[in-house]
């Protein structure tokens, strides 16, 4: 689909199925433009695939929550706004561009191993959480920030259900840790960021690599299994 442009109240892709199955096939958002070119889209039942291609495009997401069973594609050239709504992920996000979540929460909630992958311009979410027995494995080169919550939920038997890659994740809410997540190599950590209030840490799951750059410190009163570097950052 090329076409942007509709008003808020119509959208431009909509999708209002009384019933649905899905096993397989793609929605491919294309079309250039020199300017930025809104795309709003709405979906009362899951895709399996979406791939955001288009030049300048900026894909935002109306009305209600929104779900992706196998694989969410944001191209270098394009934005995916979930602009508030809940994001329910089933597969891959695959993001080369930018991915705004603005004030949603995104669940990764598939039952294979997920991967948080791409050259990743911008990976920003709100609140976080992982709910895949398998957990989520992120290969992405960039920060990323989280400026809620997040939640490792433990769905398996593993004590580990969330990889960091390369890169730090700054996370300036809550951290409930049930599932356990480890860091593969410096300088991956995941970063306490708030500023105002402690941070806490919940929850009896393992940790990796650990940063403390809130100025108002942080708070546990579990204890804590520690596979990686505690680091007080100034």
């Known amino acids: 689909y090329a076409g942007a442009g509709a008003p808020e109240s119509v959208g ?7 019933t649905s199955t899905i096993s397989g096939g793609t929605i491919r958002l294309t079309g250039s433009g020199a300017t930025p070119r809104p795309l709003s889209l709405v ?19 109306l009305r209600q929550a929104f779900s992706v069973r196998n694989q969410l594609h944001i191209a270098a050239t394009a934005t995916f706004t979930a602009d508030g709504l809940d994001l329910f992920l089933g597969g891959e ?13 995104t669940t ?10 791409g050259t990743g311009a911008q990976c920003d979410f709100h609140n976080l959480q992982i709910s895949n027995p398998q957990g989520l494995e992120v290969t992405l080169p960039v920060e990323v920030t989280i400026a809620g919550n997040l939640t490792i939920d433990k769905r398996g038997t593993q004590d580990t259900h969330l990889t960091l890659g390369a890169k730090r994740w700054k996370l300036a809410g809550i951290l409930q840790n049930d599932g356990g997540y480890a860091t593969t ?13 402690e941070s806490q840490l919940r929850g009896s ?8 750059a809130n ?20």
Not at 12 to 18: C, P
Request: aromatic share 6%.
């Open 43 to 61: 979906s009362n039942t899951p895709l399996y695939n979406l791939s955001c291609e288009g030049t300048n495009l900026q894909v935002r997401v």
């Open 12 to 18: 431009d892709v909509v999708i209002n199925a009384q």
């Open 108 to 117: 990764f909630d598939g039952t294979t191993l997920q991967r948080l992958s």
């Open 205 to 212: 799951g393992k940790y990796g690599s650990l940063e403390i």
């Open 185 to 197: 190599a410096p300088p991956a950590a995941l970063q306490l960021v708030g500023t105002t209030v």
């Open 93 to 105: 996000l695959l993001c080369n561009g930018r991915f705004w979540a603005k004030n949603n929460q």
């Open 215 to 234: 100025p108002a410190g942080a708070r546990t009163e579990e204890d804590i299994q520690l596979r990686g570097v505690l680091s007080l950052v100034a």
